[in-house]
């Protein structure tokens, strides 16, 4: 079982930037698909962004162009870093981890196994 921790949450100002960390316990994570999904209150998990075995990255449209990940092996650690960011970008975020290895999945129920989540708030 790999197990996921999310940080770098935190409250920004309407523009401004986050990173966002997730460790992974096993050296071999970089072979799963990894992807960041996103939970507002009172609406249901959203897909962000993920990537495979291979390096393919996907991100949501809401997102795109703003929103950026990069994996570092050698610290077994998956990065999203969130610029421009808007109100709308307020929600916990989740780090998951999918068995698969190429297909890129975009809903909650591809992934298996989830971080804790860590809190992003963006003020007007």
């Known amino acids: 079982q790999v197990q996921l921790g999310e940080s770098g949450g935190g409250s920004v100002q309407d523009g401004g930037s986050l990173r966002l960390s997730c460790a992974a316990s096993e050296r071999t994570f970089s072979t799963y698909v990894m992807g960041w999904f996103r939970q507002a209150p009172g609406k249901e998990r959203e897909f962000v962004a993920a990537i495979n075995s291979y390096g393919s990255a996907a991100f949501a449209d809401s997102v795109k162009g703003r929103f950026t990940m990069f994996r570092d092996n050698g610290k077994n650690t998956l990065y999203l870093q969130m610029n421009s960011l808007k109100p709308e970008d307020t929600a916990v975020y989740y780090c998951?981890?999918?068995?698969?290895?190429?297909?890129?999945?975009?809903?909650?129920?591809?992934?298996?196994?989830w971080g804790q989540g860590t809190q992003v708030t963006v003020s007007s």
């Open positions: 998951a981890l999918s068995k698969g290895r190429v297909r890129i999945g975009t809903t909650a129920l591809d992934y298996d196994n």
